[in-house]
């Protein structure tokens, strides 16, 4: 039975004499080390988990999610399908779409884009592009026949651009000249420009009225396809497998969205699930840390051990005393690393910042990272799992130098006494 004289012996072990500063000195070392450890554990996590929740959002803010195309990618007789899918539930919205690789000229500059030929109506039923537009311009801006684009902000200062000026669009259909073949070539004006916040539609996407789209690409009264958004985003694959039944029809391809960018959030995923290994590794070594801290203690506390075995102390209270100190030790660190790692995930976003403008350094380049900034998403969940598994390699920590005092023999050791 646990006795308050293991605990009272245990605590006091805790507190440093003159000729155990070193000691103190090794167990302040541990204290800190888990301390860290868990603090950098917890803030690397909620970075990820922000990343992946930002990356999601910023995605579905461009992709729609479910959609249906057809298999030559042109899909013909699309509003009655349109009708039939206002009838069928878990769709909450759609939008038809026109879409293909151009190149895009403007002066010297040069870009091959994606162009999306959208309904400016019907599009943020589906996509969040309408509340994404710089300097007051909106979608409606986009009229029918008059050959208006928005560009995404990268893409517009690669090209040098602004709004009101005019660019090239070089589509891949050809047409037949007594010259020869060459391609088609319309120009456009610039009524305005949209920023997402994620580099591969900022940099590669542009957006012209449906209507022109389907004259530059020659579909006539076809478009490419169907964009959907469904009541459950997470369930976006079975929901878009229940469609797929509902259609019976072997003219239609559908995906959703998960399919289009599904190496990115395994490849979070994966990362999550590696950088979590190596970091718990660094709160193991600092939690077994305290083997080599209570080893010295049972080293240097081998004559009072000794005493209290003779004063009738059993092994077992023996080890829980020296259990009771490596559990102190551990749980401070403990305690000081998560409310460490939270403070630092609540409040990641303005440190980084900080960081930046004082070293003048750019921690996440937006031509190279997806998002630009660093998300930081604390999930309490994250935080009990990992402040437990620090706490029970800390108790594990004990068990061997707790066991190794329990087997002092007082007749040895007072003997030289």
Not at 211 to 224: C, E, P, Q, T
Not at 295 to 318: E, F, P
Not at 374 to 403: G, H, N, R
């Amino acid at each position: 039975m646990f006795k308050p004289l293991i605990l009272y012996i245990g605590l006091r072990y805790t507190r440093a004499k003159q000729r155990t500063q070193f000691i103190s000195f090794i167990t302040l070392t541990s204290v800190f080390g888990i301390a860290l450890g868990v603090t950098a554990l917890i803030a690397v996590l909620s970075v990820m988990n922000g990343f992946e929740a930002e990356l999601r959002e910023r995605i579905l803010g461009m992709t729609s999610h479910s959609t249906i195309t057809g298999i030559d990618h042109r899909l013909s007789n699309w509003e009655k399908l349109q009708d039939k899918l206002k009838e069928t539930p878990h769709v909450e919205g759609m939008a038809p779409f026109v879409s293909g690789q151009v190149m895009i000229s403007a002066d010297r500059q040069v870009s091959g884009t994606l162009i999306r030929g959208i309904n400016p109506i019907e599009e943020p039923k589906v996509s969040e592009v309408a509340e994404k537009m710089l300097n007051g311009h909106k979608l409606t801006d986009l009229v029918a026949g008059k050959f208006q684009i928005i560009l995404g902000a990268e893409l517009a200062n690669y090209l040098g651009v602004f709004v009101g000026d005019k660019i090239t669009i070089i589509s891949p259909q050809l047409n037949a000249t007594p010259a020869g073949v060459i391609p088609r070539l319309r120009r456009f004006t610039i009524v305005g420009i949209f920023k997402v916040g994620m580099y591969e539609y900022d940099r590669n996407m542009a957006l012209i009225h449906i209507k022109d789209a389907a004259k530059l690409f020659r579909l006539g009264n076809d478009v490419s396809g169907l964009r959907l958004k469904l009541d459950d985003v997470f369930n976006a694959p079975q929901l878009t497998r229940e469609l797929g039944a509902q259609l019976l029809d072997q003219n239609y391809l559908l995906s959703d969205w998960t399919k289009a960018h599904s190496n990115f959030f395994r490849a979070i995923k994966t990362e999550k699930r590696v950088m979590f290994i190596i970091m718990l590794l660094i709160v193991a070594v600092a939690a077994f840390n305290i083997v080599s801290t209570l080893v010295m203690v049972v080293t240097d506390k081998r004559g009072d051990i000794a005493i209290l075995k003779t004063q009738g102390l059993s092994n077992l209270s023996v080890m829980g005393i020296f259990i009771v100190l490596g559990t102190v030790i551990g749980a401070i660190g403990t305690l000081l690393g998560t409310l460490g790692g939270v403070l630092l995930a609540l409040n990641i976003e303005t440190i980084i910042p900080a960081i930046e403008n004082f070293f003048g350094v750019d921690v996440m380049a937006a031509d190279v990272y997806y998002i630009s900034e660093v998300p930081s998403k604390l999930v309490w969940e994250d935080v009990f799992q990992i402040a437990l598994m620090a706490f029970i390699l800390s108790l594990l920590a004990t068990l061997y130098p707790a066991w190794q005092a329990s087997k002092v023999n007082p007749a040895e050791v007072l003997r030289y006494e």
